[in-house]
């Protein structure tokens, strides 16, 4: 006889259906996976026969075939160990044939306990959609599986529980839906900075538009400093950025099962000694990269000189399109990758370069070799071109605390606000992610604006990308201003903040 258990797999951070069909038939004993499975789908085998042995079942004498369907798609991973059990002792008779709106995942111990698997979450929301209304988990993923909503979750400590439940001797109690505690730990504060008025002011246009950013100073400055403050500033994620996020961490195995769902923005800050792969993603498992981890976040290169060429370029297609597409055995997969992306470097190798005790050992030509590292095409992306000068003694010293970061969201909230009434239907959120047209559409300029503009464009040699980029901050500093068009003083700072000195070579 034949019985099919419904399962769930994963196709890069996407869910999709499983079904696991169970057939015995006489002959010699055997046992076999088809449907494409990697090694650790086969050796499934091995560890549903342990488990079956020790919850007291009779391992059927039979010749024994599971088909993974659909077939034509490669299955990895240990989550069929579930389904696969369940089906083989239902085949066997040992158990009443599963309901068909459920389903099962879940990777199984020698002596039958459950062990939890990544990605429950994209799984749980595919089983949704899917139709399925109970999904059996191990205990450790219940509270993931709940985020998905419309199901009845069963964590499931061992498979001996499974099997009563399912026998009607003793039912599993649904898991309850997961809720964040209402205290979270806040992260760094803005009110630890002294002084650094102008880079305070990048960052909060920066999180009141989305805006890329690149902080430039000397050692000490404090440009890790503000980076590491920009996620307590950046409006709160709404539930569909959360779970999209958090599904993407749950891929990558990072997510906590006590806390499934990632509540605030995602800081990411890779080492420069990162590789390529390191930063996109990719891989046979295919593990998120950084930049997807950051999705809906942000990413911090601290010393950016100091990335492998490669890793910058390979960034390049990801800043525009907030996706990244990675190459794997049978196709390439789109991943998200909205992220935003914050960068600091020193002016110079040795980094004094501009700092008032003059102790920078520098050449002209020194200098311009290392800023050479970072790509225009990098350079271009990136709206924000921030100097952090040395913090002055005065401001170190100075009595009142500096503002708090609650202060500054509310403003950069406020600002959001304007942007998610303007952009209501579009799929854009925020300022810096406006296509052309809605350039055209909101970041009209009076006639002083534009001739201001005209001579930017000439006297810096800006580039086309570029001259958008300053449109879409200057529309982000009008925001903040709370004023509906753009004045010629939103767009003189705007013009400002991309005009570094040491940037021009
Ligand atoms: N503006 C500031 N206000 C208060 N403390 C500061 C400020 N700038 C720097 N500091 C202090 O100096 C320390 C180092 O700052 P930070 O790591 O941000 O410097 P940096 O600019 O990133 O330097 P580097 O180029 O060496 O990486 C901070 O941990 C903080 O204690
Ligand atoms: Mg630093």
Redesign the pocket.
């Known amino acids: 006889m034949v019985v099919t258990v419904r399962s769930l797999g994963l196709n890069g951070i996407a869910g999709y259906a499983v079904s696991a069909e169970c057939f015995l038939s006489g002959g010699l004993p055997a046992f076999d996976i088809v449907g494409l499975p990697d090694a650790a789908v086969r050796e499934a085998r091995e560890r549903v026969r342990a488990a079956v042995k020790n919850c007291g079942a009779k391992f059927p004498v039979s010749r024994i075939t599971v088909n993974l369907a659909p077939a034509g798609q490669k299955k990895a991973g240990t989550v069929y160990d579930l389904p696969i059990f369940v089906g083989l002792l239902a085949a066997g008779r040992e158990l009443p044939p599963p309901a068909q709106q459920a389903a099962f995942i879940g990777e199984l111990s020698l002596t039958g306990a459950l062990r939890g698997v990544t990605g429950v979450l994209p799984m749980a929301l595919a089983a949704r959609d899917a139709g399925v209304k109970e999904l059996y988990v191990p205990a450790e993923n219940a509270a993931e599986a709940t985020l998905a909503g419309g199901l009845t979750v069963y964590g499931v400590p061992d498979v001996g529980a499974l099997v009563r439940h399912l026998r009607g001797e003793e039912r599993l109690s649904p898991a309850s839906a997961w809720v964040p505690e209402a205290e979270e730990a806040a992260g760094p504060d803005l009110r ?5 008025e102008n880079a305070r002011r990048a960052l909060e246009i920066a999180a009141a538009g989305g805006h890329n950013l690149l902080l430039i ?10 980076a590491k403050r920009l996620p307590s500033i950046l409006p709160d994620m709404s539930r569909e950025e959360a779970l999209e996020v958090s599904g993407i961490w749950s891929v990558a195995g990072l997510a906590d099962p006590q806390h499934p769902l990632l509540t605030r923005r995602p800081f990411r800050s890779p080492h420069h000694t990162a590789s390529a792969a390191a930063l996109t993603g990719g891989g046979p498992l295919l593990r998120p990269g950084e930049i997807s981890l950051a999705h809906n976040g942000v990413l911090f290169l ?2 950016l000189p100091e990335f492998h060429r490669d890793v910058l370029e390979a960034m390049r297609q990801p800043l525009e399109d907030g996706t990244v597409t990675v190459a794997r055995s049978g196709g390439t997969l789109h991943l998200p990758a909205r992220f935003q992306l914050v960068c ?1 470097m ?1 002016p110079c190798r040795c ?1 004094w370069r501009g700092h008032p005790s003059g102790r920078c050992t520098c050449s002209d030509r020194e200098v311009a070799k290392y800023v050479e590292k970072i790509s225009g095409p990098l350079l271009d992306r990136i709206d924000l071109h921030v100097s ?1 000068p040395a ?1 002055e003694y005065a ?2 010293r100075r009595k009142e605390t500096p503002e708090s970061s609650a202060d500054v969201k509310c403003r950069v909230d406020a600002a959001r606000a304007v942007q998610t009434a303007r952009f209501a239907g579009t799929g854009v959120t925020c300022n810096a992610h406006m296509t052309a047209p809605m350039i055209g559409q909101f970041c009209r300029l009076d006639h002083a604006g534009d001739a201001l503009m005209k001579s930017a464009f000439e006297r810096m040699g800006l580039t086309a990308r570029s001259h958008d980029r300053i449109l879409r901050v200057a529309r982000t500093i009008a925001d903040l201003d709370g004023a509906a068009d753009i004045r010629p003083e939103h767009l003189a700072e705007a013009i400002q903040f991309r005009n570094t000195d040491i940037l021009k070579g």
């Open positions: 630890d900075v002294m002084g650094q100073g000397s050692p000490g400055a404090g440009k890790s400093m503000l601290d010393e600091a020193n980094g952090v913090v401001s170190m």
